[in-house]
């Protein structure tokens, strides 16, 4: 009978069938729900965030231990009980106007969406009227935006703007990332959060919630 | 073979302190050492700094001139800059990094090819977003090929990027190139390439060997142009080496003359 040690390990080692068997035999045996998603998935993932920030693990590890989340995710979720599931924070997330590189904001998408966030991808080269339009739409506790050109930096400013226009500044955590990016740009731009990579903003967002809940 | 000098970039943190300080000397230092190492051209990046590119672009191309009289590489996605860049360039013929096949970009970069009677870096994307396949990639060259051509831009001052992606994120990454590289040299023989080498290896440990041995990889295919750190004294070898073995150095005298300069002494 495996334990929730077993099955972080699992997570953290990228095993994503041992994952996937662990999670069945937990939830077969009673143990609820939240107990399975954060002291066996999500533990297992918070692992990784350090060696990865330490360079001991790499963007590939980091992808296999998302898919191992995800595939006990896959099997807890329908049992979360719906008070629990609306908890789930949502995260509105794309590329700005101009830009169409996404595999840094699809590596955040993967981290978010295996950690249990309700992310909503709106893709690569999204005007500034679509992340007003998404976020009225989906009401999230945070935004993401992507840019990997220094011509579409700018277009990060634009949106955050459009966002203060709207009167929807106040409602939504700013998280922003990309190779040109920096803790100054960021702060020049009035963003929230600057995430130096995948890992970061996964780590950036789940403590946020995590403190909100206190 | 055309090697491009990639040290002279804002993303850099000696270079951008250097800005900053307006440090003319630690650039010209970079320069000097480029050339010396062997680059044809050098690239000139400053891209982060965003609040005022054009300014730095112009200074840094100044800068540059005073010590070194070879032409230089101008790298912006911004149309301005690439101006500002160019109207200074004194020695060769300019290089533009780069245009692509996204309409506006294209637009505002193509008359600046022929005011500047520049060779034109073209990357194999467009608006529709980043190829995936080498065939998404060639239906981009073949219209930037047309349209470039149309423009009277000649064959041999084509250098098609055919956008190297990291490894550790899109596991086609390498093999999407190299059957690029390989379509393109059927369709258009004349043409040349050019790439920035060490996208491939981001995000993996060790990067100067999967770089290198991508640089081996790809010359095989026929790639012959590289943006690269022309001071990696081991890279330098490497090309070398591949040039001799794929019989495109006469007599090996490249071959032994770098070793002669004291290349591959550890």
Redesign the interface.
């Known amino acids: 009978m495996s334990s929730l040690a077993e099955l972080a390990q699992a997570v953290f080692q990228g095993d994503f069938r041992g994952s996937s068997v662990i999670t069945q035999q937990l939830i077969d045996s009673g143990v609820t729900p939240m107990e399975i998603i954060n002291q066996g998935l999500l533990a297992g993932m918070d692992i990784v965030a350090p060696k990865f920030k330490a360079?001991e693990m790499?963007?590939?590890e980091v992808?296999m231990s998302a898919r191992a989340l995800s595939e006990g995710m896959k099997l807890v979720k329908p049992l979360i009980s719906d008070e629990d599931a609306s908890k789930a924070a949502t995260i509105v997330i794309g590329t700005v106007q101009g830009d169409?590189?996404?595999?840094g904001k699809?590596?955040v998408v993967m981290l978010l969406e295996s950690g249990g966030f309700n992310v909503i991808d709106l893709g690569?080269?999204v005007a500034p009227d679509k992340f007003v339009a998404a976020i009225k739409e989906h009401s999230p506790k945070f935004v993401g935006l992507s840019a990997l050109?220094?011509?579409t930096?700018?277009a990060m400013k634009e949106t955050i703007d459009a966002i203060k226009e709207a009167g929807l500044r106040d409602q939504v955590t700013i998280m922003v990332g990309g190779?040109?990016l920096?803790q100054e740009?960021a702060d020049q731009i009035g963003a929230d959060v600057y995430c130096l990579d995948a890992v970061a903003a996964k780590e950036a967002a789940a403590g946020i919630v995590a403190n909100a809940a206190r | 073979m055309l090697i491009v000098g990639e040290l002279i970039n804002t993303s850099r943190k000696a270079i951008g302190e250097a800005v900053d300080k307006k440090d003319a000397n630690y650039i010209q230092k970079v320069a000097i050492e480029q050339k010396e190492a062997g680059a044809d051209y050098l690239d000139v990046n400053c891209g982060t700094k965003v609040f005022n590119e054009v300014e730095t672009m112009e200074w840094l191309v100044n800068t540059v001139q005073e010590v070194v009289q070879i032409p230089l590489c101008i790298d912006s996605p911004d149309p301005k800059v690439l101006e500002a860049g160019l109207a200074l360039c004194k020695y060769g013929r300019s290089m533009i990094n780069s245009i692509s096949g996204e309409q506006k970009r294209f637009e505002a970069v193509l008359p600046l090819i022929s005011k500047y009677n520049a060779k034109v870096v073209a990357l194999c994307m467009d608006d529709q977003g980043m190829p995936e396949t080498s065939g998404d990639r060639m239906r981009v060259v073949k219209s930037l090929y047309s349209n470039l051509s149309a423009a009277g831009i000649l064959d041999e001052d084509m250098y098609f990027d055919p956008l190297f992606k990291p490894v550790s994120s899109v596991q086609t990454a390498g093999t999407e190139v190299l059957e690029t590289i390989k379509l393109i040299k059927e369709d258009y023989p004349n043409v040349h390439f050019m790439c920035g080498l060490s996208n491939v290896s981001y995000g993996l440990p060790n990067r100067k060997i999967l770089n290198r041995l991508f640089v081996v990889q790809t010359m095989t295919l026929g790639m012959d142009g590289y943006v690269l750190n022309p001071t990696d004294k081991a890279m330098m070898g490497t090309i070398y080496a591949s040039t001799v073995l794929l019989g495109q150095d006469e007599y090996c005298m490249g071959y032994i003359a770098a070793h002669r300069n004291g290349l591959y002494e550890a």
């Open positions: 360079g790499f963007v590939p992808m169409l590189h996404d595999i699809n590596l690569v080269d050109l220094t011509t930096m700018m190779a040109p920096s740009f």
